[in-house]
């Protein structure tokens, strides 16, 4: 088994910034990806970026595009999430998702990942 732990997410101010932290633990050796959603309230979950962590590929939303970047630490066992130029509309739990291998790897598809964190809330005023 494995858990995914979110941190960072906070209150600011349309254009700021924040640094979210997904730390993984247990049997994450067999992590083959890892990726990050988040869901307004009344509002289907959605992929925002993923990470392949053997060699670092990455895949973002439209959404995502030009603001934010995923990183990853594999001697942390941690994934990041730079969140820049924020607007309101990002205002979103923010979650932490990962899977084993896969053969056809679905970067921003919720049913691709099988581990989830608890979420870390992001809010974005106007």
């Known amino acids: 088994q494995a858990q995914l732990v979110e941190s960072g997410g906070g209150s600011v101010q349309a254009g700021g910034s924040l640094r979210l932290s997904c730390a993984a633990s247990?049997?994450?050796?067999?992590?083959?990806?890892m990726a990050w959603f988040r869901q307004a309230p009344g509002q289907e979950r959605e992929g925002v970026a993923a990470?392949?962590?053997?060699?670092?590929?990455?895949r973002y939303a439209d959404s995502a595009k030009g603001r934010f970047t995923i990183s990853q630490d594999n001697a942390k066992n941690t994934v990041y999430l730079h969140l820049n130029n924020l607007e309101p509309e990002d205002t979103a739990m923010y979650y932490c998702?990962?899977?084993?291998?896969?053969?056809?790897?679905?970067?921003?598809?919720?049913?691709?990942?099988?581990?989830w964190g608890q979420g870390t809330q992001v809010t974005v005023s106007s």
């Open positions: 990470i392949r962590r053997t060699d670092g590929s990455t």
């Open positions: 998702a990962a899977r084993g291998w896969t053969y056809i790897w679905n970067a921003l598809q919720r049913s691709t990942y099988n581990y």
């Open positions: 247990g049997y994450t050796n067999s992590f083959y990806a």
